[in-house]
């Protein structure tokens, strides 16, 4: 399956939600919302520093019943310490599913 091009419909997925135990969120659980999807290798990394920031600032910003920021991770390290008070909701992709799904899997630290 080759990733999403610009204006076509996101592939539906599922990955664990950081800070809710044991919760696996479907991304159809979205449905009817703007969605921004974010993705990063991990959330310690220096590029990630700013940018996690920066969307905490636009998702408390957001109507969250009109839109949403989803960040996803692929590092395992972000989910036993995910940073206090996230504005968006944070996914782990630990496998790369998510991340093959949208063919950003081999690309640098945030993609």
């Known amino acids: ?24 969120v479907s991304f159809d659980e979205l449905a009817g919302r703007h969605i921004l999807l974010v993705f990063f290798g991990a959330l310690a990394d220096a590029a990630a520093g700013g940018l996690v920031a920066e969307f905490a600032s636009l998702a408390s910003a957001l109507d969250k019943d009109a839109a949403m920021v989803v960040a996803v991770s692929r590092n395992r390290l972000d989910a036993l310490s995910p940073p206090d008070k996230l504005q968006f909701l944070l996914l782990l992709d630990s496998g790369g599913l998510t991340t093959n799904l949208f063919g950003v899997a081999d690309r640098g630290a945030v993609a």
Do not use: R
């Not at 399956?1 to 696996?24: D, K, Q, R, Y």
């Open 1 to 24: 399956m080759s990733p999403p091009s610009v204006g076509e419909p996101a592939p539906w997925f599922s990955a664990s939600a950081m800070g809710i135990p044991a919760e696996a």
